[in-house]
């Protein structure tokens, strides 16, 4: 029910607040309405003034009409976004079709991206499409639309159509690029993830990380460190990044450099110890895999069952068999059985 008080009625249709001095339900008392403005016949005949009341609640009424649209419409991309988040996608999509059928005339176009994105973890390329065609002038300047069906097209093996749909879009957005980009990398295209990269004018950190993962596979030494060298501050922390650095200077076969940006990284996972050691004892370096163990010990990170392969195998080839005995007896039993096993298949192939 709409409520307006005199004042604002009055300032409504050119009327002196003088002559309205109640509040007033349209709907219930119009004949009411009607009976007390007509004493200001000072200013307009009662007819006259009967239309110009009509006039202004229709006008109040689309707009409280209006209103309850738009927040139906940012309820509904409320709740779309949280079930992806809770990776509902399934309940996500069967909302967005349901609200389709009960309201055709409207859809949000973050409704729609969220729909898309639904879509993309589902793998379900026919009901993405759909989306996109049905809504294709609304979405193609939507860069959150583009990214979610370029990663979709990626994702369903059509490489070739996301690159297209790249092309032709007039945005590009990072998170474009990114979509991409790992696109590329799932079909194994690391050449063009790398020339790719160095057209983005201001990479984010999901690009850098892409990046420098297509370097590793590529085996590519030229383009990590020239990266590496024009780093921007804010991301020479970023553990994410580094990480993945170590990783393309490892595969590049250059370990001086990975263990220099190795130890720049505040707090190291258990797999960059893991990939670094493994490096070190392919090139014979098995007392440096020994003294990464030594730094895991300092920072309190909880060696897995391929830590303890790797140094098991370091001591093994240093001869220092008491040492390896040492370790293995330090192995949680929960893991001793899986290391062993490990182990002895590896010695005996």
């Known amino acids: 029910m709409l409520i307006l008080t005199g004042y604002q009625l009055a300032s409504s249709i050119h009327v002196h607040p003088d002559f309205v001095l109640i509040e007033m339900n349209f709907y219930n008392n119009s004949n009411y309405l009607v009976w007390v403005f007509s004493i200001t016949n000072e200013f307009y005949t009662r007819n006259n003034m009967f239309s110009r009341i009509c006039t202004r609640l229709t006008t109040y009424t689309n707009l409280k009409n209006q209103v309850s649209t738009i927040r139906s419409l940012v309820n509904l991309s409320a709740e779309l976004r949280k079930l992806n988040n809770e990776k509902q996608y399934q309940k996500a999509l069967k909302l967005f079709n349901l609200y389709e059928e009960k309201h055709p005339e409207s859809r949000s176009d973050f409704a729609l991206v ?8 589902l793998n379900n390329l026919s009901t993405g499409l759909k989306i996109y065609s049905k809504y294709q002038s609304r979405l193609t300047t939507h860069s ?16 070739t159509r996301a690159k297209d749909l790249f092309n032709k879009s007039t945005i590009k957005t990072t998170g474009i690029y990114g979509a991409l980009m790992k696109g ?3 079909h194994r295209q690391f050449n063009e ?3 790719l990269f160095f057209q983005i004018p201001k990479p984010d950190e999901a690009n ?7 370097c590793s596979h590529q085996r590519s030494k030229e383009a990590p460190f020239k990266v590496y060298k024009t780093l921007p501050h804010e991301f020479e922390q970023r553990p994410n990044i580094l990480s ?6 490892i595969k590049c076969n250059e370990l001086s450099y990975a263990e220099k940006v190795f130890f720049k990284i505040t707090k190291p996972i258990v797999n960059t110890y893991g990939n670094l050691m493994k490096a070190f004892n392919e090139n014979d370096q098995f007392e440096r895999t020994l003294q990464l163990y030594e730094q895991m010990k300092i920072k309190q990170i909880e060696a897995n069952s391929t830590i303890y392969l790797l140094l098991i195998n370091a001591c093994a080839n240093l001869g220092v068999f008491t040492r390896s005995q040492s370790l293995f007896d330090q192995i949680p039993k929960s893991i001793q059985k899986e290391t062993f096993v490990r182990y002895v298949g590896k010695i005996t192939t």
């Not at 959150?144 to 490489?159: H, P, R, T, V």
């Not at 993945?244 to 200077?249: D, Q």
């Open 114 to 121: 969220q729909a898309l994105k639904s879509s993309t973890h």
């Open 244 to 249: 993945s650095l170590v990783n393309a200077f």
């Open 193 to 195: 993830v790398i020339d």
């Open 184 to 186: 590329l990398i799932k």
């Open 144 to 159: 959150y639309a583009l990214a979610s069906l370029i990663a979709l097209l990626g994702e369903n093996n059509d490489i």
């Open 208 to 214: 850098y990380v892409l990046f420098f993962y297509a």
